[in-house]
């Protein structure tokens, strides 16, 4: 009974590792409502009214959500940081609320100043959150000269409670932070070798579905593995100790992708593109190859289920006889050991399986798990020794400190601009509609500018936004009748529609609108104020906003979709292109280069790239044609993205794999991709450049050597090729929707 209980314990907390990495997003939920509660319970022990507990409440989020730094003792500087700003903007707010100009003409400048430093980084960014929002709030309350002392007080008790939740009731550290997110990858492995399973046993009506989970599962545990890189440097004792992680980090990723590959081209009658893993709603390869019922086929279902159960294993458990012979078995996989008798893309697939449990092996030494070495096989021992020789490899050689990233001064300044052009618009809009609550125009057209760089990714947001506020409304009307006047029980609901904001407000904008507005339903029954008048001025000012914010980003300093998905691209390209030129030189037995700090750029500007073309993908779009454009793109540029990693990967074994040699004629199969990449980016930089994709022989047919009867090369050069051929093709299939002109193959 304990191990049954305690297996379900282990599942549940491998679903919510897996559903919230990090618990990024609880913690979050946890550290806001917690603010405001003990914020809330201070304020009502000095007997606070309820227009101050609002206050409070209002300023305790702020100063909880606006601290994005990730150590603690910076997140302690910006807090400190934070109060006199919060105590001089409650203070503005009170003097200037009889002087209807003046105060908006400062609510502009306001504006505008929170906007620009936002070039100064985290702390920046959370300094002018921290301005406009307790300036808002002192709209909100009616902030005026006489109880300018009593909201100084409830600004310092907000910003203290919020200290106290963060750094002693829901404490975070980044080595935490690291250890969860390491936790949820491995979740999330277990996930898709589960969907990989699936894909295996899917009839002919079901391949659609776990193709699709497969998609769904690599996708994931690639956005597991980018959060994991973000937070390598703060969470990790040393330098060497990031890179361990990082290499294995990205060995299980890659592992886990080509293992799902391969099984897709073992299902197929022919050879499966690897374009098909990234476009979804791509045809599914017609079945063949792999006979149901088959030995072969039992065997493989068989070891998939071990490799979950490898993957799924606790780091403190002791691996037992009969986990170290799993292990074993799959790790013999990529000696040659035991392969069934089956067709060679069946046998890829177990190849590809002793991989995978080599890279979890990898994985599980580098997060610190205990030995379990006593049982090991000759194939077990080789593969440790690798392992060893690899993690000796990164000890030794000198961390490089990587240079600042320059921040790019002009965005700033044009959405400081455009927001202050934004928000004088959403001002005397909003005066004709009300002269009480036009400040929530204001609020909308400020946040329809967060994060946000171009029209389109504006229009969008703008649209959730209001589409959340409507949904909003009516929850409001629910809530704010079920309460009535019941003071605690109002705040009650609040807090629990904070927590549902914060937990929500990764995954979908539209519901974080909506708990904000279901939320200011039930303030408003408190203030005495709520009316559905209110609430549908509500919805009215938040079209307004976002209509004003639409506006200022169309004809104020504009910056169209078109043209940053286009600078997006080449800058994607420029980094496909450093990562097949460093990898494919170190492959031929150049320099050693920082092969995945070089992936990992290509993998956030490939992230960037995604993100900006989310206006032309959004299924409400006219363009159709344009929007399977993008997502062709985009999946094509996935396709190259996982060539160029895999092709990273191994050129990172070369100093230590036995089985790898550098091959110097790989240089010249490689120089043809960098052309055609370099041709690409020129074209997309400029419609009129002169420039023409080349075609021609395979990659493999470019490193046959001219002299007779000499070797052509081995397993491991035929992979690097099989990347370069993927990773070709690809290159090439972006020339057709780039509408760039392909020359015909020189014979």
Request: hydrophobic share 50%; proline share 4%.
């Amino acid at each position: 009974m304990r191990a049954a209980g305690g297996s379900v314990r282990a599942r549940l907390r491998d679903l919510v590792a897996a559903s919230d990495p990090g618990l990024l997003r609880l913690a979050a939920g946890l550290r806001t409502v917690g603010s405001i509660a003990l914020t809330l319970a201070v304020l009502s022990v000095f007997g606070a009214g309820v227009r101050l507990l609002v206050a409070g409440a209002i300023a305790a989020m702020v100063c909880t959500f606006a601290i994005r730094e990730k150590q603690r003792n910076q997140q302690a500087v910006t807090l400190a940081l934070g109060l006199p700003v919060a105590l001089a903007s409650v203070s503005l707010a009170a003097v200037l609320h009889s002087r209807v100009v003046g105060g908006d003409l400062f609510f502009v400048v306001l504006i505008f100043c929170a906007v620009y430093v936002r070039r100064f980084g985290d702390r920046g960014t959370a300094l002018g959150l921290v301005g406009f929002q307790v300036y808002f709030m002192s709209l909100f309350v009616g902030a005026t000269v006489s109880t300018l002392p009593t909201l100084w007080g409830v600004v310092a008790v907000a910003v203290a409670c919020s200290a106290a939740v963060r750094f002693a009731l829901v404490p975070e550290t980044p080595a935490g932070i690291l250890e969860r997110l390491r936790e949820a990858f491995r979740a999330r492995l277990a996930q898709l070798v589960t969907a990989q399973l699936a894909l295996l046993d899917a009839g002919p009506d079901d391949m659609d579905k776990a193709l699709a989970d497969v998609r769904d599962g690599t996708a994931r545990l690639h956005d597991t593995a980018m959060m994991i890189q973000g937070r390598l440097e703060e969470g990790t004792a040393d330098a060497a100790t990031a890179r361990l992680v990082q290499r294995r980090v990205a060995d299980a990723e890659i592992a886990a992708e080509r293992l799902g590959l391969l099984l897709l081209n073992a299902r197929s009658a022919e050879r499966a593109d690897t374009l098909t893993l990234h476009l979804p709603g791509a045809p599914v390869p017609p079945a063949g190859r792999l006979p149901v019922g088959d030995e072969a086929t039992a065997t493989l279902r068989r070891d998939l289920e071990a490799l979950r159960l490898l993957v799924l294993r606790p780091l403190a458990q002791s691996t037992g006889a009969g986990l170290a012979q799993l292990r074993n078995r799959l790790l013999g996989y990529r000696d040659e050991e035991n392969l069934p008798k089956a067709s060679s893309a069946v046998q890829d697939v177990f190849r590809g399986i002793g991989e995978a449990a080599r890279a979890v092996l990898g994985l599980r030494i580098a997060l610190g798990a205990a030995p379990d070495d006593a049982d090991d096989t000759p194939s077990t021992a080789r593969s440790r020794e690798e392992l060893d020789a690899e993690d000796a490899a990164i000890d030794a050689s000198e961390a490089t400190a990587g240079e600042p990233k320059e921040r790019l001064e002009r965005p700033t300044t044009r959405a400081a601009v455009q927001v202050a052009v934004g928000s004088s618009l959403a001002i005397v809009g909003g005066e004709f509609l009300s002269s009480q609550r036009w400040y929530w125009a204001v609020l909308t057209c400020w946040i329809v500018f967060i994060n946000t760089a171009s029209t389109g990714e504006i229009l969008v947001k703008g649209y959730r936004r209001l589409l959340g506020t409507v949904l909003g409304v009516v929850a409001g009307l629910l809530l704010a009748a079920l309460v009535g006047h019941h003071t605690w029980t109002a705040f009650a609901l609040v807090l629990l529609c904070v927590f549902a904001m914060f937990y929500t407000a990764p995954l979908s904008y539209t519901l974080m609108s909506f708990f904000v507005t279901a939320a200011l339903g039930v303030l408003y029954t408190l203030l005495h104020t709520y009316s559905l008048s209110v609430l549908v001025l509500r919805v009215e000012e938040t079209a307004l906003g976002a209509a004003c914010g639409i506006i200022a980003a169309a004809f104020v300093l504009p910056v169209h979709t078109d043209r940053r998905t286009n600078d997006l691209l080449v800058t994607v390209l420029d980094r496909l292109a450093d990562v097949t030129e460093a990898a494919v030189d170190q492959l031929s037995g150049g320099d050693p280069a920082e092969l995945l700090d070089k992936a990992r750029d290509l993998d956030q500007a490939l992230a960037d790239l995604r993100a900006a073309t989310q206006p032309l993908t959004h299924p409400v779009t006219p363009m159709r044609a344009r929007r399977d454009t993008a997502r062709y793109l985009v999946a094509l540029l996935e396709t190259a993205a996982y060539h160029a990693r895999s092709l990273a990967a191994m050129a990172e074994l070369l100093p230590t794999h036995p089985s790898i040699a550098a091959d110097p004629r790989l240089r010249r199969a490689g120089r043809r991709i960098l052309r055609n990449i370099g041709s690409i980016a020129a074209r997309v930089a400029d419609e009129n450049a002169a420039v023409e994709i080349e075609t021609g022989a395979s990659i493999a047919a470019l490193l046959e050597t001219e002299a007779p009867g000499s070797s052509r090369y081995g397993r491991i050069t035929d992979r690097v090729l099989r990347h370069l051929q993927r990773l070709d093709e690809a290159v090439v299939g972006l020339a057709r929707p780039l509408k760039v002109p392909v020359a015909a193959p020189k014979r």
